[in-house]
């Protein structure tokens, strides 16, 4: 590869590396926005995204109080 051309794989894992951008992703997701990362090399562009989607628990995780309760 020609010194000039980026390096997608090192893109990918200096992003993953990245606690400050893992942070914005994060709030992002939790904020109901989509994240994408793009980069390229000399043949190919590489993205990768992600949405946020609300899946139904059927368990409510909250505790319960009793009334009662031992």
Do not use: N
Request: proline share 9%; glycine share 4%; with cysteine.
């Amino acid at each position: 590869m020609a010194p000039h051309v980026p390096d997608a794989p090192t893109a990918l894992r200096e992003w993953c590396r990245d606690v400050t951008r893992q942070g914005a992703a994060v709030l992002r997701l939790d904020q109901g926005q989509r994240i994408r990362f793009m980069t390229r090399d000399d043949t190919t562009v590489y993205e990768l995204s992600a949405v946020p989607v609300c899946i139904p628990s059927p368990v409510s995780w909250r505790r319960v109080e009793t009334v009662g309760a031992r």
